[in-house]
């Protein structure tokens, strides 16, 4: 019995350590979206979020001498600058200079990438290394820490398994959570994502309310990079690794009804789905069939979502558009 | 009483704003033109600063070797040719749908579901029946791909105004993760890619003793084609209305549902087909990477054209260029290969933000003494 529920927690805690990565990302553009700002540059802003701890790791550990917390702090504050300034990079174009959201979302990502694998690809090539990646063991250690609690049962395996990150990124969910629907500043932020022009009468101004939640929540979502790289992977970097996680979270979005609490659950179903197939006698022919449903479920979210038409499940009415307030 | 209406008559100094944003009547082409290159310039001296820091050496050899990598012999013309005209496609297939302001993020979906079916079908007919009732299937079967990868998300959209812009993206990663299974399923080694020596027949004729000319001028028949439909047709015409207004297309009795599935019909169909072009006329393999993220680019090409298909040529031109151009420069200043896609970046933010000076118009604040009077 014992065995079993060791194993059935083990599963969970690989869904957790696979879905946070989504989780960051979704959180972020759920904040960004609520905003009115579809920010498709979010697979790109991960990147950046990811390869600026790694900068920032790799020349802290050049160094030789490593504590613990400058360990933590350094790459968390590189990542959390990279993807501010990706994210300000939108904001400019398609807040201030009111360019079409998805064009530059998709430049975003196309820059982002090619940043994050040109940079790796550099400092792979400075450590003369013999493998096409980069390892940081000494600065992932810090990452990788959890909570000696309860180890080797099935309850310290579920709850105390994971690198500090994972904490954060289930607070900030709720946090974000609880900002949207609760605070003052929240129901501005819907406001201005579902009625900009409405906002702005009411003495919102529209231009910080966009701004701000983009930027944080392309922080927040940057984050989900240098999750993925300091404990998922161990401090390893190797070129387009990533992979698509980015769409994925943004795929998490929908999903989630643009709910980050519910995003928590649906992250780590994610996350699950994503592994299923290592658990399940499905020949090696149908491994992509089981990848491929996540997306799926999300086609089917999004559908059954614009059926019923339940106003608060609905996207933002103004998501993807730019406003301007002489244009009515 | 008096006090008061002075102290209104006398506020104290308003705050105006630094300048003042307003909307521009369509400025004459020549400004247009002049404002674009003005940011293409800026972008390109950026590139080149950060070209300069990157690999220390003069910023002209670098763009020499670019120019060199697109253009320094006749296979490489070609091949940029080739790549150009595969952009261009894919960039006048989603075209129709985003004049109606359908934002088809599917591109890449639609094009390797294509190239799946007609990898599908090269596999299990070929050699069976002779080449040219093989490519007509070919095409059939990828066209068919196309549509229903376009249709589904028109149709809810049309009927239940799903969001297209997820949806379509949601498809995308179903069709690459189709193509991995039919990997898995066809190549038994596990690598990546199917390749020619599996898809031996229905490959395309060739023209000038190259595979990839015939696509060029199929490529060129399928833009003028799309341009004379979107400018010169009735259909045309009730995309524009459309993408103008949904209201008023319903007021002048246009079908809206029916328009918007038609549309995406043809803007699949046409994705499916370049999918067709890469496999069955070009590359004859199939892998995840078929599409190469031209999905994506395409969007932006179509969209730095001002969804004008013949514009689109110098559009694409401009990143194939730079693809190929950045990736030579890689190749020869020992960088790496991602290094184009920064360059491409940087170079779509500037064009993308130059937009900004062509529809606005700023009024600075006037510095005058007439404002403190």
Redesign the interface.
């Known amino acids: 019995m014992n065995a079993v529920l060791y194993s059935i927690s083990q599963f969970i805690a690989l869904s957790v350590v696979q879905g946070t990565p989504l989780l960051f990302g979704s959180t972020g553009e759920i904040l960004t979206e609520k905003s009115g700002n579809?920010n498709?540059g979010i697979p790109g802003i991960m990147y950046i979020g990811a390869i600026s701890g790694i900068v920032g790791g790799f020349f802290y550990q050049r160094t030789g001498y490593i504590i613990p917390m400058l360990a933590i702090i350094i790459p968390l504050v590189c990542s959390l600058i990279g993807s501010l300034l990706a994210s300000l990079?939108y904001c400019?174009?398609t807040v201030t200079?009111?360019?079409?959201q998805?064009?530059?979302g998709?430049?975003?990502?196309?820059?982002?990438?090619?940043?994050?694998?040109?940079f790796g690809?550099?400092l792979i090539?400075l450590t003369n290394s013999d493998t096409p990646n980069l390892t940081l063991p000494y600065i992932a250690r810090p990452y990788k820490a959890h909570i000696p609690l309860f180890e080797g049962t099935w309850f310290g395996e579920l709850f105390f398994s994971y690198g500090f990150l994972v904490y954060v990124s289930i607070a900030l969910a709720i946090i974000v959570t609880i900002v949207l629907k609760k605070t003052r500043v929240g129901l501005h932020l819907r406001a201005v994502g579902e009625s900009p022009a409405t906002a702005d009468a009411a003495g919102i101004n529209v231009t910080k309310y966009k701004y701000l939640a983009t930027c944080i929540g392309g922080m927040i979502a940057g984050l989900g990079g240098l999750y993925y790289v300091m404990d998922y992977s161990n401090g390893i970097w190797s070129?387009n690794a990533f992979g698509?996680r980015g769409?994925?979270a943004?795929?998490l979005v929908?999903f989630a009804v643009w709910r980050p609490s519910i995003g928590i659950a649906g992250s780590y179903l994610f996350g699950g789905l994503y592994i299923l197939y290592n658990y399940m006698t499905v020949s090696?022919?149908?491994?992509?069939?089981m990848?491929?449903l996540p997306?799926?479920v999300?086609?089917i979210v999004?559908?059954t979502v614009?059926?019923r038409?339940k106003r608060e499940n609905l996207?933002p009415a103004s998501?993807?558009l730019s406003y301007?307030r002489?244009?009515r | 009483m008096t006090e008061a209406v002075q102290k209104i008559k006398k506020p104290k100094k308003a705050w105006t704003p630094l300048f003042v944003i307003t909307k521009r009547d369509t400025l004459p082409l020549v400004k247009r033109v002049l404002i674009r290159a003005a940011a293409i310039v800026a972008a390109l001296l950026l590139c080149s600063v950060i070209t300069l820091v990157v690999t220390g050496s003069n910023p002209l050899q670098i763009y020499k070797t670019m120019f060199s990598g697109a253009f320094g012999n006749s296979i490489r013309i070609v091949r940029t040719l080739y790549e150009l005209s595969v952009l261009l496609v894919i960039a006048v297939a989603i075209t129709p749908a985003f004049k109606m302001k359908f934002w088809n993020t599917g591109a890449e979906g639609q094009v390797l579901i294509g190239g799946l079916s007609t990898a599908i079908v090269m596999l299990t007919l070929g050699g069976r029946i002779p080449d040219w009732t093989l490519i007509i299937i070919m095409a059939a079967a990828a066209t068919a791909a196309g549509v229903i990868w376009g249709v589904l998300p028109a149709f809810f959209k049309a009927y239940w105004k799903t969001n297209e812009t997820l949806f379509t993206l949601m498809m995308n990663y179903v069709a690459i993760q189709l193509v991995e299974c039919f990997l898995k399923i066809a190549d038994k080694t596990g690598s990546n890619v199917v390749g020619p020596t599996t898809l031996s027949h229905g490959w395309f004729p060739q023209l000038f003793k190259t595979d990839y000319l015939l696509d060029v001028v199929i490529i060129a028949v399928i833009t003028v084609l799309v341009y004379i439909y979107l400018r010169y047709s009735k259909h045309g015409y009730e995309i524009s209305v459309v993408g103008e207004s949904e209201n008023t297309a319903k007021y002048v009795g246009i079908n809206v549902k029916k328009v918007i599935i038609r549309t995406m019909a043809l803007s699949g169909a046409l994705c499916g087909i370049a999918g067709l072009l890469i496999v069955g006329g070009a590359s004859h393999s199939i892998s995840a990477e078929t599409a190469g993220g031209r999905g994506f680019t395409a969007i932006m090409v179509s969209w730095l054209a001002k969804f004008n298909p013949l514009m689109m040529v110098f559009s694409s031109l401009l990143i194939v260029f730079l693809e190929r151009g950045a990736g030579e420069v890689a190749t020869v200043f020992a960088l790496n290969k991602s290094f184009s896609d920064i360059l491409t970046g940087i170079i779509l933010f500037f064009i993308i933000g130059c937009e900004f000076f062509i529809n606005y118009k700023l009024h600075f604040r006037k510095h005058s003494k007439e404002a403190a009077v």
């Open positions: 579809l498709l990079i400019f174009l200079l009111r360019a079409n998805n064009v530059t998709l430049a975003l990502t196309t820059f982002g990438v090619g940043f994050g694998n040109f690809g550099s090539k070129n698509d769409w994925l943004i795929a929908i090696m022919q149908l491994q992509p069939i990848q491929m997306y799926v999300t086609i999004l559908i614009s059926l038409k996207p998501l993807g301007f002489e244009e």
